[in-house]
C-alpha cells in the first residue's frame, strides 16, 4: 500500500472516519472503500513532479481534482485538493477497487465530460465554474433518485462523493484542521465550554 505522513495514524481514526462519511451520505460505504482504507491505503505525498499515477491519466487526475474541489471546497479550512485527495482516489482505484469497479469509475469520468460537452459545448475543465457545478448538481440529483436501487451499481457521482469524503477526512488535513485530530489517549478534560470545541472531534 502507498505510504504517506499519516502512517502513526492508528486504525480506529480511519473506521471513526468511515463512520462519519457513511453519516453524511446517508448510506452505507462500498466495500471496496471500505477495504482499502482499512488496509492503510492512502495519498502519496511527494513532490509534484515524484508522483505519477497509476489508475487515472494525468487529465483525469485533473477531472477528478476538479471534482472533488467542488465537492469540498477550501473555506477557512483546506480543500480537496489541498488534502490530494485526486491521489488517495487514484490509490484506491490502483489498489483497492476491482477492475470492474474502477472501470465503471472510468466510464462515468468520460460521461461526465461527455456531458459537459453538450450542456455547455467544452470539456467540463474548459467550463466556467458555474457550469461545472450544473453538471455535478445534474449528476447529484440523478444519483439521490438511484439511492433505493439497490440491486443497481452505485451511480458514478456517489462512488465519487464517497471517494472524496473519505480521502479527505482520513488525511492529515481531514484530522487535523478540518475535525481537529486528537491523540489517544490524549489529556482528559471533564468540563470544556462549548465555544472551545467548535467543530466536531475526531479519536
Known amino acids: 500500500m502507498t505510504q504517506s505522513s499519516n502512517d502513526a495514524q492508528p486504525v480506529i481514526d480511519r473506521r471513526e472516519a468511515l463512520r462519519r462519511v457513511t453519516l453524511l451520505l446517508g448510506g452505507a460505504v462500498s466495500a471496496s472503500t471500505v477495504a482499502g482504507v482499512l488496509a492503510g491505503c492512502e495519498a502519496r505525498r511527494t513532490p509534484d513532479g515524484a508522483w505519477t499515477p497509476r489508475a487515472l491519466s494525468s ?3 485533473e477531472l477528478v481534482a476538479a471534482v472533488a474541489e467542488h465537492i469540498l471546497p477550501e473555506t477557512d479550512t ?5 488534502a490530494l485527495v485526486h491521489r488517495f482516489i487514484d490509490a484506491m482505484l490502483a489498489e483497492s ?3 470492474e469497479e474502477r472501470q465503471r469509475f472510468l ?48 451511480p458514478f457521482f456517489r462512488t465519487m462523493k464517497e471517494l472524496t469524503l473519505v480521502g479527505y477526512y482520513t488525511s492529515e488535513i481531514g484530522a487535523t484542521r478540518e475535525l481537529r485530530h486528537a491523540p489517544v489517549p ?14 466536531a472531534w475526531a479519536v
Not at 490524549?186 to 467543530?199: N, Q, T, W, Y
Open 78 to 82: 483546506p480543500g480537496a485538493r489541498a
Open 107 to 154: 466510464t462515468g469520468l468520460g460521461d461526465m465530460d461527455a456531458r459537459a460537452q453538450r450542456s455547455c459545448g467544452r470539456a467540463f475543465l474548459r467550463c466556467a465554474t458555474q457550469e461545472q457545478r450544473a453538471v455535478l448538481d445534474q449528476l447529484d440529483h440523478e444519483a439521490f433518485a438511484a439511492a433505493g436501487d439497490h440491486a443497481a451499481a452505485p
Open 59 to 61: 487529465e483525469q487526475v
Open 97 to 99: 477497487y476491482p477492475a
Open 186 to 199: 490524549g489529556r482528559f478534560e471533564g468540563c470544556v465550554p462549548l465555544d472551545r470545541i467548535g467543530r
